[in-house]
């Protein structure tokens, strides 16, 4: 068959929704049948599925809690400004002034070029206006706030007013197409535990511990948590930050993503010849 003459994805919905569902749970088993059917893909149908949860969903549900905000002190030196930067590795800061609760704007990471350049930087100058919103914000109505405004953050704020945390349009856009992933991640249909040009072992974070130790001829407990991520934040205590490197168990690991609230892919370096059928098939 020519395939110019095949129907677009876009006639093919058009035809299947003929049949006029009565709500969204009627929508969703014809989408599921046309998936069946070979007429959309699993990431076609993923992302309809995600478009349409949005809307049930509020900020209070994906935004960074208050806690394990990134933020910049308004009092901080240029130089005490460019390390805090440079270790969360964010685009954008919320700048504050006595206390969480006060967030005078936000700080670009991209405006620091003026300190580097030897030009004269002044925090205050550089701020971009803060946008409050409430904990109740449907995800749709601020995606849609989102795109008008051209903003990329904004600031939760609690019933009382406080500073409840904040949320991205990069939080809001993985709900519906799933984690927005960069250099350092991988194909998700590939193993947990890949073998890279240099030599390392990049790991996903979600690895459950029992293939780790399998891979790695380890013996971590799985008692308290299932996955290697979670294992390296119960050594912590904490959440690990990006670049951070942690020996455990004979290894060396090294946290090549991360975010504030999760870790997602990690390197990590035997100290130690490993078994060659424990490492070799799990990454080829």
Do not use: W
Not at 20 to 46: H, I, K, M, T, V
């Amino acid at each position: 068959m020519d395939p110019d003459s095949k129907p677009s994805l876009l006639e093919r919905l058009s035809h299947l929704l003929l049949r006029e569902p009565e709500d969204r749970e009627q929508l969703l088993d014809l989408l599921r049948g046309a998936f069946e059917r070979n007429l959309l893909d699993s990431d076609a149908l993923s992302i309809i599925e995600g478009a349409l949860q949005v809307s049930d969903m509020q900020v209070r549900d994906i935004m960074v809690p208050r806690a394990q905000m990134d933020v910049i002190d308004v009092g901080d030196s240029p130089e005490k400004i460019v390390e805090a930067v440079i270790e969360a590795a964010h685009s954008r800061f919320p700048v504050i002034g006595e206390n969480r609760d006060d967030v005078i704007g936000i700080l670009l990471a991209k405006e620091l070029l003026r300190f580097f350049a030897g030009k004269e930087f002044d925090l205050r100058d550089t701020l971009r206006p803060a946008v409050f919103i409430p904990e109740s914000k449907r995800l749709n109505v601020l995606l849609r706030e989102f795109r008008a405004s051209r903003n990329h953050m904004a600031i939760v704020v609690d019933e009382y007013g406080g500073v409840a945390g904040l949320v991205t349009i990069e939080d809001v856009l993985e709900q519906i197409v799933g984690d927005i992933e960069d250099e350092y991640d991988f194909d998700e249909a590939a193993d947990n535990i890949v073998l890279d040009n240099a030599g390392h072992y990049r790991v996903k974070a979600q690895t459950e511990i029992a293939d780790f130790n399998h891979a790695f001829a380890t013996d971590f407990s799985d008692a308290e948590c299932d996955t290697i991520g979670g294992l390296l934040i119960a050594h912590l205590g904490r959440l690990p930050k990006r670049n951070e490197v942690v020996q455990l168990g004979g290894l060396r690991f090294q946290v090549l993503r991360a975010d504030s609230r999760r870790v997602h892919t990690l390197l990590v370096n035997p100290q130690r010849d490993l078994p060659l059928s424990a490492t070799a098939a799990e990454a080829e």
